[in-house]
Nanobody, 121 residues
């Protein structure tokens, strides 16, 4: 599986962005998908995950109520809608895929290249 993340950019605090992750490969629908982020000088951290069907999702406490993860298996894509963005959301955002993954980076087998999100106050 190859992953390509896009949609990052510069946004003012309180604004919104929608990240997309396009996946190649016919087994996309069998993978759990996740979004992680890494800020300068910090470790990569979990943001959100979604099951293969899309019926189960999970979020980091820091983004609950502001971010929404979704997927479209017909389009081999996963999305992260980010609302009410804050300075601390500034990071490189990565999408990841794995058959038995959830909230830990080591559980994921495939990673995209990352897309930069910068929130200015």
């Amino acid at each position: 599986v190859q992953l390509q993340a896009s949609g990052g950019g510069l946004v003012q605090a309180g604004g919104s962005l929608r990240l997309s992750c396009a996946a190649s490969g016919r087994t996309f629908s069998s993978y759990k998908m996740g979004w992680f982020r890494q800020a300068p000088g910090k470790e990569r951290e979990f943001v959100a995950a979604i099951s293969w069907s899309g019926r189960s999702t999970d979020y980091a406490d820091s983004v609950k109520g502001r971010f929404t993860i979704s997927r479209d298996n017909a389009k081999n894509a996963v999305y992260l809608q980010m609302n009410s963005l804050q300075d601390e959301d500034t990071a490189i955002y990565y999408c990841a895929a794995g058959p038995r993954a959830w909230s830990k980076p080591y559980e994921y087998d495939y990673w995209g290249q990352g897309t930069q999100v910068t929130v200015s106050s």
